[in-house]
């Protein structure tokens, strides 16, 4: 499985390997979900949310990112399309 790091960093899919964006995850992947989105880094604080499989954390999630956005959404699966995150089983990482 695929860290939470690596995860939200994820920028794409080349077959069954995420290639991860390495700066960011160096400089941010530490944080949490609310840190990330604190940060504007919403793509990757949604992903951290998705990852945690935490549904409490992904409530503040979108209230912060509703309330931020001025958006409506209600439901992660809005958001997994709005930010193109899927939770994917991969066979590696390449860290560019």
Known sequence: MISREDFAFTIGYDGA??????????????LTTMQL??????????????????????RAFIDFFNAKARTSYARPEQLM???GVVLEEVARVLVL
């Open 17 to 30: 390997v995420a290639v991860v964006d390495g700066k960011a995850k160096r400089e941010y992947g530490s």
């Open 37 to 58: 989105a604190e940060e504007g880094l919403y793509r990757a604080a949604f992903a951290s949310a998705l990852y945690s499989k935490n549904q409490e954390e992904m």
């Open 81 to 83: 399309r709005l930010f």
